[in-house]
């Protein structure tokens, strides 16, 4: 079977950008505006990439708890967490049918890391460094979890995964992809999916952080916390990472970018939080 030539990959990468913006419509509904799911996360078998998030997530938990660094389910600020959790949860199906079956958790890991995340599958934590460093509010907490939550609903994981399991297998697979875009060896993907990624370290691209951004606040909105706190969290955000690389140097959007997105959308989900905390 001869090898894909450069042209012929950009084709195909290009006809399944293209896929992603054509055959997956926007959501039809009131709320934020992202588009469908991409195309590529298509190229990884779902059910494979939960089950090695799974795996991952109870390898750092028994990590920390050998550490003495996972807080106890009678730890005040799990609870809080998981209480903020449970608030979220309902509204996530509407996003991704799949997380109406996925097994949530949620836990505290003790460590001054300004981070918290949530892999495929539902699988939820949080750093004391975001907690303690920030003094996060109930409110901004639940802009943290939601954003976190929506990489996962949008598969952004699976996307990344299905585009290095395209570009690693385009040698192998030659002309037969562009005959069937998406019949790609399953072999090859789900190797990718079960060995060829860290959940934990996977860097996302700026589109990916925007629409975590937007699909968070949406999720905070409808389970009733203000989403004006995306505004205050990430300026709280901004003072702790004076550092920071600018944006042109970081796959992250900058701060201002990030508030000024969130501004621009606040009108879109504002209702919905007035209706939640009405009800």
């Not at 039809?28 to 991952?56: C, I, M, Y």
Request: aromatic share 6%; charged share 20%; net charge positive.
């Amino acid at each position: 079977m001869p090898n894909l030539t450069l042209t012929t990959l950009r084709h195909l990468l290009l006809a399944l950008t293209l896929c992603a913006a054509t055959s997956l419509p926007a959501l039809a509904r009131e709320g934020v505006d992202v588009g469908g799911n991409s195309a590529f996360s298509k190229l990884v078998p779902a059910e494979s990439v939960e089950r090695s998030a799974t795996q991952q997530y109870a390898q750092l938990l028994q990590q920390a708890a050998s550490q003495h660094a996972l807080g106890p389910k009678d730890n005040p600020q799990v609870k809080r967490l998981r209480a903020i959790a449970q608030r979220l949860i309902p509204f996530t199906g509407v996003w991704n049918p799949r997380a109406r079956d996925w097994q949530w958790e949620v836990n505290l890991i003790g460590s001054k890391q300004v981070n918290a995340f949530c892999m495929p599958g539902g699988k939820i934590a949080f750093y004391t460094g975001i907690l303690n460093q920030l003094q996060l509010s109930d409110d901004e907490v639940a802009m943290v979890m939601g954003h976190e939550v929506a990489h996962a609903l949008r598969e952004h994981a699976r996307k990344r995964m299905g585009k290095s399991g395209l570009t690693q297998g385009a040698a192998r697979i030659g002309g037969a992809v562009v005959a069937g875009v998406f019949g790609i060896d399953p072999r090859l993907t789900d190797a990718v999916a079960r060995g060829g990624a860290n959940l934990l370290t996977l860097e996302y691209s700026r589109e990916d952080e925007s629409e975590a951004d937007l699909v968070g606040m949406e999720l905070a909105a409808r389970a009733g916390y203000d989403p004006r706190a995306g505004i205050t969290l990430w300026q709280k955000m901004s003072a702790v990472s004076k550092n920071a690389p600018p944006q042109f140097l970081s796959t992250h959007p900058s701060s201002k970018s990030r508030i000024k997105e969130i501004e621009a959308n606040l009108p879109k989900v504002l209702p919905l939080f007035e209706r939640a905390r009405r009800g």
